[in-house]
């Protein structure tokens, strides 16, 4: 298995409040992404990251951010949290561009009440 | 942007049982994916194809790009193959070029 984990597994937190989820992975893997899970919805892309410092929006980008200062480490950001963002959060690495095979982190259960 | 349907949503079969479950997709792709996510949650990549097929041990991939059109087959089903099985359809352009379906919903009954 791809040494990848994510930080922490479930959280519950209120309307308003900032969150961070953290995505540690032990390949050096180059590209890095966050997705979300929501019922009825395929596995939607909010952020990626393509080497330290750049990261790009994907299709759900609004209201998370995203920072990468390590190799190892993206971060993913909600600066507000809503009841909208209740769902489970994957990260995600591979070793080169798309379509190279993604390999998953165990996700991140978010709750917002 | 590629829409990308699975069928069927749920399939409950017995065990032993040959599987098929479809992909297909609106927009022209360079790669498909097939990934399967455990109960508990995990996911795990399992075929990458751009053309004809993959096999791997019980499982096997095929795809038809004139068609737009890909199946996951597994033979001699097994209780422990019980997941949802998602495909990905890849039609470039970087990350977003990635497109997911829904899922198929296995449940093999011993």
């Known amino acids: 298995d791809a040494g990848i984990t994510q930080s922490p597994r479930h959280k519950v937190t209120e309307t308003g409040t900032p969150v961070t989820l953290r995505c540690h992975q032990t390949?050096?893997?180059?590209?890095m992404y966050w997705y979300r899970q929501d019922p009825g919805h395929g596995l939607r892309l909010i952020h990626y990251?393509?080497?330290?410092?750049?990261?790009d929006k994907g299709e759900v980008s609004d209201g998370y951010s995203v920072s990468r200062s390590k190799t190892e480490d993206f971060l993913l950001t909600l600066e507000s949290a809503t009841s909208s963002q209740t769902s489970v959060y994957f990260c995600?690495?591979?070793?080169?561009?798309?379509?190279?095979?993604?390999?998953f982190g165990p996700g991140t259960r978010l709750t917002v009440l | 942007k590629n829409e990308v349907e699975q069928s069927p949503q749920n399939l409950t079969a017995q065990e032993g049982e040959f599987i098929t479950i479809n992909c297909s997709y609106s927009?022209?792709?360079?790669?498909l994916h097939w990934l399967q996510q455990h109960p508990g949650g995990g996911i795990v990549s399992l075929f990458m194809?751009?053309?004809g097929k993959k096999k791997h041990g019980r499982l096997i991939a095929t795809i038809n790009i004139q068609e737009k059109h890909s199946s996951l087959h597994i033979t001699a089903s097994h209780p422990r193959d019980s997941a949802v099985y998602i495909c990905?359809?890849?039609?470039?352009?970087?990350?977003?070029?990635?497109?997911f379906g829904k899922g198929t919903h296995l449940i093999i009954q011993p």
């Open positions: 995600a690495i591979s070793a080169a561009r798309p379509p190279d095979t993604q390999y």
């Open positions: 390949e050096n893997h180059r590209y």
């Open positions: 990251s393509y080497g330290v410092k750049d990261t």
């Open positions: 927009v022209g792709i360079s790669a």
């Open positions: 194809l751009s053309s």
């Open positions: 990905a359809a890849y039609s470039g352009g970087g990350a977003d070029g990635l497109t």
